[in-house]
């Protein structure tokens, strides 16, 4: 079995989607995955399956949309990958402790990352790989002009966004246990 997290985009944040943990942790046992754990409520999840990232991703999504109507991005990575996605953090310690991981549900196209990388954005910082942006802010994400839906409109990819603290989390709880 292969060990994976699969990061829900919009999930309780704002009020908007609610989704408590006992129901995420109900749908995930719905679809036979081993080892179901739910971090905070937004949508963090780690499990295990023999089954591919982008069939998980495509029986997530339907799931959702037959159970609460909802279309939402929903990216699944192995434990190798996000490993991969979370020690090439090119930040230097400080910054990268202050970072936020875009994780893509696709890889985007060369001339797209170009374009994410003609920008300068005062204080802001963006490395664009064909699984990541990792991004930093020297104002904080609140106020930045990048965000997840500015990347998503430039790269023309699905994503979702966590902080360092979250990603750190998921990694531990991925090979921790």
Not at 73 to 78: C, D, E, G, L
Request: proline share 5%; with cysteine.
């Amino acid at each position: 079995m292969t060990p994976y997290v699969a990061l829900l985009r919009g999930i309780n944040v704002g009020g908007q989607k609610k989704f408590p943990k006992a129901e995420q942790v109900a749908l995930l046992e719905s679809l036979a995955v081993a080892n179901p754990q739910v971090y905070l409520h937004t949508g963090n999840w780690v499990f295990a399956s023999e089954k591919e990232a982008s069939v998980l991703e495509k029986e997530i999504s339907a799931t959702l949309k037959k159970q609460y109507g909802w279309e939402l991005p929903v990216v699944v990575k192995s434990a190798t990958e996000l490993q991969a996605i979370f020690e090439g953090c090119p930040f230097p310690k400080q910054e990268k402790e202050q970072s936020y991981f875009a994780l893509l549900q696709a890889v985007p196209s060369e001339a797209h990352k170009e374009k994410v990388k003609a920008y300068d954005f005062p204080g802001e910082t963006a490395h664009v790989t064909d699984a990541c942006v990792y991004f930093f802010s020297a104002t904080g994400y609140g106020k930045a002009k990048m965000n997840n839906n500015w990347f998503e409109t430039k790269l023309k990819v699905a994503a979702t966004t966590r902080n360092y603290k979250t990603m750190n989390r998921l990694f531990r709880m991925l090979f921790d246990s």
